[in-house]
């Protein structure tokens, strides 16, 4: 079965640099979440979209920025990065017209050096 | 705002045994979902079983089950025969509907399966 797909799957980044994430959904998935995971930590949610619209918002910070497209991929944009926003980014995916759970893609790791 | 708690850090089984891991959660709303989810090594989010509140049946996949416990809003995840692949950071995690709102996950708990 087809899943989220993320890419790329590791990039490196320099301070100050931007960086931006790609997630594919499963197939006539509509929903679409990017989760944050720092090393040791349990995932923090950043933004959710729905049927292209923002569904719901956590702890993004403003230099960060995502939507989803018409064919329902989603993209992450991460401006004068930092440090700390080294981490494994996650996308994933569900129906709210089919009523499934979130299914995770195998996740974006960044590292700013 | 909602919470999730896993109390148990860190836990140890020995292959084929049993081992209970456990949840508790904080909310005022009455329709939400409760999950665990797996990540093993490699760091992939493995949804390992879902329950829904209304449901007063306890969610049961193979080897996995949960006890569910509205009341006590307590969520408890039993691993039956356990296998060395079980090895992973176990999360817990709570959303209200609809489908588009945040996951809230605990802080999970590795779980070590020993041949």
């Known amino acids: 079965a087809a899943g989220v797909i993320q890419s790329p799957r590791h990039l490196i980044k320099e301070k100050r640099e931007t960086a931006t994430l790609k997630c594919y959904p499963i197939?006539?998935?509509?929903?679409v979440y990017w989760y944050q995971q720092g090393p040791g930590q349990d995932p923090q949610f950043l933004i959710s979209?729905?049927?292209?619209?923002?569904?719901d918002k956590g702890s993004i910070p403003d230099r960060f920025s995502a939507q989803q497209f018409s064919d329902y991929h989603s993209e992450l944009n991460m401006s004068s990065l930092e440090l700390g926003d080294s981490a494994l980014y996650f996308c994933?995916?569900?129906?709210?017209?089919?009523?499934?759970?979130?299914?995770f893609g195998q996740g974006t790791r960044l590292t700013v050096v | 705002a909602q919470t999730v708690t896993q109390s148990q850090p860190e836990m140890s089984v020995q292959e084929a045994e049993t081992v209970t891991l456990s949840c508790t959660y904080d909310?005022?709303?009455?329709?939400?979902?409760l999950f665990w989810y797996k990540q093993p090594p490699s760091r992939q989010m493995i949804l390992v079983i879902r329950?829904?509140?209304?449901?007063?049946q306890n969610a049961t996949e193979n080897r996995f089950s949960v006890n569910f416990q509205k009341a006590a809003k307590s969520f408890s995840l039993k691993i039956s025969d356990s296998q060395l692949g079980d090895t992973a950071m176990y999360f817990c995690?709570?959303?209200?509907?609809?489908?588009?709102?945040?996951?809230?996950f605990g802080k999970g708990t590795r779980l070590s399966v020993i041949a």
């Open positions: 994933a995916s569900s129906s709210g017209a089919e009523d499934t759970e979130a299914f």
């Open positions: 197939p006539r998935h509509d929903t």
């Open positions: 979209f729905y049927e292209k619209m923002q569904s």
């Open positions: 909310t005022s709303e009455s329709n939400y979902y």
């Open positions: 329950q829904e509140a209304y449901k007063q």
């Open positions: 995690a709570f959303m209200t509907p609809p489908w588009g709102r945040a996951l809230v």
